[in-house]
């Protein structure tokens, strides 16, 4: 979809400064993307007590074996 949007100088500059875009095109794909993808991310505090583990759960064995 092609349009026409003003964008604020400074912060185009700062967005440059921390990607690998090399076009305002790519750059502007690259923030919708990670836009889309952080709002999709469960938030971890709504799982808060919804979570059961099982009894006799290791944790801290579990992570001696990822090693």
């Not at 502007?28 to 808060?48: G, Y």
């Not at 801290?60 to 990822?66: G, H």
Request: aromatic residues 4%.
């Amino acid at each position: 979809m092609r349009t026409n949007i003003v964008l604020d100088d400074d912060l185009i500059r700062k967005a440059f400064s921390v990607s690998k875009a090399k076009t305002k095109k790519e750059l502007v794909h690259e923030a919708l993307r990670e836009l889309v993808n952080l709002r999709k991310r469960k938030d971890l505090t709504e799982l808060a007590g919804s979570i059961q583990f099982l009894k006799g759960y290791d944790h801290k064995k579990l992570r001696k074996t990822k090693r």
